[in-house]
């Protein structure tokens, strides 16, 4: 038993140590994409339930490796945090989104509203973000009121003033706030109340559910009667099914976004989204 004990050591060794040299390499190879242009901006609709119409989209990053093609954010995110590359990579994707969106202005006559994800730590990299961007979007002749950020609950957990103050600096420039995978994190729902928010996503797991589970029909339309009656509007992710896109509509959810309606979209497959929906 012994003997085996120590192979067991020895294999569990062996393949630590491989993973932490895949993780070096990886973040190595992940400091350089940026200036290789290895990474790029993919855009997914998010539609009005009750007329289908399209204003709104989430920018999601993509990291293609040379040799390991497609990384998953997943996998790339945490790590970009753990190096600090998080806030250059972040106001990389804001940038690079916002470039799209004055190019597409004929298409959507400034009506363009573009979801960018925020990790916890470009709240703490000491930097005044909503300026910097304020700055940007000016340069291109867009304005707050065509981004939202996205942040998870964590962040208004502990009601730090610093936070409060970033999210009204965001707010004062009209950008608009969402939840992110609303409804996995905490129990709390205070901070809905003690912070401007303006958009719930539903997390795609209570999506995937409402197929199978009554309960979770009746948990999710719960959310969108609280959220409706706090001033919030709900943004439904990972909308597969029409059957889930019905209900979601008779229930009242205001949008979704979700595989059934597009997936995340190259920019210039969005953009012939967009001319399509101008033409018609
Ligand atoms: P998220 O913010 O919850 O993004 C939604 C994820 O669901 C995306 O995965 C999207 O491709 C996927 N999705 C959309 N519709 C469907 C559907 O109908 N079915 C299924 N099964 N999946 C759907 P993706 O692009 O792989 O991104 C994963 C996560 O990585 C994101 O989750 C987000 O947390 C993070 N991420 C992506 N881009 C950025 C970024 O620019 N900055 C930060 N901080 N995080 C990002
Ligand atoms: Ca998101
Ligand atoms: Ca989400
Ligand atoms: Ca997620």
């Known amino acids: 038993a012994k003997a085996a004990g120590q192979n067991c050591y020895a294999y569990f060794t062996a393949s630590l140590q491989e993973t932490a040299q895949n993780r070096l390499q990886l973040a190595n190879a992940l400091r350089s994409a940026m200036e290789l242009e290895q990474l790029h901006v993919v855009f997914q609709p998010i539609v009005r339930l009750s007329d289908g119409h399209l204003h709104k989209a989430e920018a999601l990053l993509r990291w293609v490796h040379p040799v390991r093609g497609l990384v998953s954010p997943a996998e790339f995110i945490p790590l970009a945090e753990e190096i600090g590359l998080i806030s250059d990579m972040g106001n990389w994707v804001f940038e690079e989104a916002m470039r799209k969106v004055s190019q597409w202005m004929p298409l959507h006559h400034g009506q363009l509203q573009i979801s960018v994800n925020m990790s916890p730590l470009q709240f703490h990299s000491g930097r005044d973000t909503a300026s910097v961007w304020l700055d940007y979007l000016h340069r291109l002749d867009l304005s707050g009121s065509n981004v939202i950020i996205e942040i998870t609950e964590g962040l208004l957990l502990h009601a730090d003033?610093?936070?409060?103050?970033?999210?009204?600096?965001?707010?004062?420039?009209?950008?608009?706030?969402?939840?992110?995978?609303?409804?996995?994190?905490?129990?709390?729902?205070?901070?809905?109340?003690?912070?401007?928010?303006?958009?719930?996503?539903?997390?795609?797991?209570?999506?995937?559910?409402?197929?199978?589970?009554?309960?979770?029909?009746?948990?999710?339309?719960?959310?969108?009667?609280?959220?409706?009656?706090?001033?919030?509007?709900?943004?439904?992710?990972?909308?597969?099914?029409?059957?889930?896109?019905?209900?979601?509509?008779?229930?009242g959810c205001d949008y979704a976004q979700g595989y059934l309606f597009a997936k995340p979209l190259q920019p210039d497959d969005f953009e012939a989204m967009l001319r399509g929906k101008a033409d018609s």
């Open 161 to 251: 003033p610093t936070i409060s103050i970033q999210l009204l600096g965001f707010r004062d420039m009209g950008i608009q706030v969402a939840i992110d995978d609303f409804g996995t994190g905490y129990s709390s729902l205070a901070y809905l109340q003690k912070f401007d928010i303006d958009y719930l996503k539903i997390d795609q797991a209570f999506v995937r559910a409402l197929d199978t589970d009554s309960g979770n029909q009746a948990l999710v339309e719960a959310i969108v009667v609280m959220a409706h009656k706090l001033g919030l509007k709900v943004i439904a992710e990972g909308v597969e099914t029409a059957a889930q896109r019905d209900f979601l509509r008779n229930i």
